[in-house]
């Protein structure tokens, strides 16, 4: 398939997507399209906001734990990294593997899949650094990689953008390609409502426009007609899904043309656009159990806000 029969299915994937999303009652459109380059852009600062702390949260228990989530992993293991990104965080944990066998980021985005591999292969000469280029939300095999143990990393709380099944999906998936070797996977925990709150709504407005971004590419790539000033963001706290979710509010009653329909709107109609799951971790070992993995370590930070979960088959 050529560059430009990619890029044209995006586009499709994309245009029905927010077509069916702004068709049904309470609109919605998967937080998977947040993600254009000014968007990544947004995430990326939120990441370094005061308010929001899972990333901070984070960080702390892979500085503070590294060795000890290194031997869980287990010497000279073959270490996946689902949605690699950067791969900024794998590195503390390739750092505390005393030789890692191999690392095989995998990601939907081959220029940045590219340049992690460089950078980290650059790092660390004589680390076997194996690219997977894979949307990891979808079922695919693992191409044939090294003998020994396996252990999958999925830092970041993205486990919480999935649904219930979803995750349950993705930690069946991920058990099959470490062939039942270990998994340490980051994970926001449920917390005091006013915390998680501000964490995606802000001081400084980034969320606000991270979300209304999208309304912006809509507007450009489905020629859309979103008046992005009569749409606000709002943090919503979902109590049945444990979960903070993200909405565009529509400030007026109107009618807004997507790639040649109208989508009819009234004052205070919402589209959905994220959610973001808050787990306990009873919730989350039941899930994992449901995967087939066994939760067999809980690392936290010093605030009690985050843990890094230990698997095993
Ligand atoms: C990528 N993901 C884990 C982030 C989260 O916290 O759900 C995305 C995000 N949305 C708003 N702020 C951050």
Sequence with gaps: MTDGEVRTRWDEAFCSAVVSGLSRPQKSIPCCWLYDERGSELFEAITRLHDYYPTRAEAEILWR?????????GEGAVLLEYGAGAGVKAEILIEALRAPRVYAPIDIEAGVLGRTARRIGGRFPGLDVQPILADF??????PELPQGPRAAFFPGS??????????IAF?????RHVQNGKAVIGVDLKKDRRILLDAYDDGEG?????NLNLLARINRELDGGFPLSRFAHEARWNEADSAVEMHLVSLDSREVAVAGRLFPFKAGDSIHTESSRKYELAMFEAMADEAGWRLARAWRDRGDRFAVFGLEA
Excluded at 137 to 142: E, G, I, M
């Design 171 to 175: 930690l069946s998936r991920m058990r």
């Design 137 to 142: 939300t979808r079922d695919f095999d693992a």
């Design 158 to 167: 993205t486990i919480g953008n999935l649904n219930r099944r979803e995750a």
């Design 206 to 210: 980034v969320t606000a426009a991270f």
């Design 65 to 73: 734990h590294a060795r000890d989530i290194a031997d869980f992993c």
